[in-house]
């Protein structure tokens, strides 16, 4: 199975891209709020509970996958490359993978902030991730990840160097694409189908 994992800032369009690129390969996606949504319904974004549900959760669906003979899984996820524990759980995501005879490709999304904070608000996005209704505090939230964290590749040396040179890994500037034009890249790339 190819397990491809879409990583960026908020509102890069990594659910959006992944929606385009299953509807070219068959692929099936699994976008980051997929798991955390039915959680928040519970508990608070970044309790203890919160944490250990959404992990446990993304890694049960990556094993099965992996086991199940699909052709390919598009994850997305927001991956702070700075921090060695975010390195350290997609590289295990990646261990699933290929523990199974799949393969791990990385595809890197990046465009400028106000084309994201554009995207913020988007109809799509929206019906799907109903945690970033709230526009005034999920465009402070794309804000303040973006200032915390290292979110693209290029600006600095991070913990996350290692395992993109280990694999196969596209960036792609998808600031004036479209998720299909995206998504067509990321498959010719790939030679998905």
């Known amino acids: 199975m190819e397990l491809v994992l879409i990583f960026g800032p908020p509102a890069v369009g990594k659910m959006t891209v992944g929606h385009e690129l299953c509807k070219l390969t068959g692929f099936k996606l699994f976008h980051n709020h997929a798991a955390i949504e039915p959680v928040l319904e519970i508990f608070p974004f970044g309790s203890a509970p919160f944490e250990r549900l959404v992990s446990e959760f993304r890694r049960r669906v990556i094993e ?32 699933i993978v290929e523990a199974r005879g799949g393969r791990l490709r990385l595809v890197e999304l990046a ?18 991730k109903a945690s970033k209704r709230d526009l005034e505090f999920s465009r402070r939230n794309l804000l303040e990840v973006d200032g915390k964290h290292v979110l693209n590749t290029g600006s600095t040396r991070t913990e996350a160097d290692a395992l993109l040179a280990r694999h ?24 998905f189908g």
């Open 64 to 95: 099965e996958a992996a086991g199940s003979g699909l052709p390919g899984l598009v994850f997305t996820l927001v991956w702070a490359l700075e921090l060695a524990e975010d390195a350290d759980l997609v590289a295990s995501y990646g261990e």
């Open 111 to 128: 465009a400028e902030q106000s084309e994201r904070i554009a995207r913020n608000e988007t109809e799509f996005r929206l019906a799907r």
């Open 168 to 191: 196969d890994h596209l960036r792609l500037d998808n600031t004036a694409l479209t998720a299909a034009e995206a998504a067509h890249r990321i498959a010719r790339a790939y030679d």
